[in-house]
T-cell receptor, first 113, second 115 residues
Framework: GDSVTQMEGPVTLSEEAFLTINCTYT??????LFWYVQYPGEGLQLLLK?????DKGSNKGFEATYRKETTSFHLEKGSVQVSDSAVYFC????????????FGTGTSLTVIP | DAGVIQSPRHEVTEMGQEVTLRCKPI?????LFWYRQTMMRGLELLIY????????DSGMPEDRFSAKMPNASFSTLKIQPSEPRDSAVYFC?????????????FGPGTRLTVL
């Protein structure tokens, strides 16, 4: 079945450091891929998405490229800020399974000044 | 748009009591999802609706849980009787369609504590 695997946390970085959070997926069809962010005490918010192979999603300095050959959708940011401290979730949605989302376990990021 | 609205934001109850969580999806969205989030199990899909009809409730943990969607603008998740292991944050989300490419929009969640 469909699933998402993302790197374990927590991740602690200094401000302005480079961020990579790895995400790989398994899907039977042609999924859409998403990154969601959850700030403390809040619900999940869409950060970016990509709906087909080689698409790059980007938002707020974050980027992720849909790599079909490696079944990956790694999240990157060139220079993190303290305000990026949150939990990041990778997810996929496969039209073959309706609009059901499959979420990864989440990666907690703390950015220190 | 106001986004997905959930109430209450916090609920503290005693074991054995009935708990009702409420959700108002974004207007015009055809799909509604209920999730539960815990430290141990992460984010779990409980049930989802399409045009007010339950499509998949295989994630509902047991018969103590029930969900309804009487109209396009309102859904409830009920736990009766509640148990301490039900303590979690419950999220409602909605999406425009089931195309597979659509974003799910999450509410702020209800933090449930069962004593």
């Amino acid at each position: 079945g469909d699933s998402v695997t993302q790197m374990e946390g927590p991740v602690t970085l200094s401000e302005e450091a480079f961020l990579t959070i790895n995400c790989t997926y398994t899907a039977t069809g042609y999924p859409s891929l998403f990154w969601y962010v959850q700030y403390p005490g809040e619900g999940l918010q869409l950060l970016l998405k990509a709906t087909k192979a080689d698409d790059k999603g980007s938002n707020k300095g974050f980027e992720a490229t849909y790599r079909k050959e490696t079944t990956s959708f790694h999240l990157e940011k060139g220079s993190v800020q303290v305000s990026d401290s949150a939990v990041y979730f990778c997810a996929l949605s496969d039209i073959n399974t309706g609009n059901q989302f499959y979420f990864g376990t989440g990666t907690s990021l703390t950015v220190i000044p | 748009d106001a986004g997905v609205i959930q109430s209450p934001r916090h609920e503290v109850t005693e074991m054995g009591q009935e708990v009702t969580l409420r959700c108002k999806p974004i207007s015009g969205h055809d799909y509604l999802f209920w999730y539960r989030q815990t430290m141990m199990r992460g984010l779990e899909l409980l049930i989802y609706f399409n045009n007010n009809v339950p499509i998949d409730d295989s994630g509902m943990p047991e018969d103590r849980f029930s969900a309804k969607m009487p109209n396009a603008s309102f859904s409830t998740l009920k736990i009766q009787p509640s148990e301490p292991r039900d303590s979690a944050v419950y999220f409602c989300a909605s999406s425009l369609s089931g195309a597979g490419t659509d974003t799910q929009y999450f509410g702020p969640g209800t933090r449930l504590t069962v004593l």
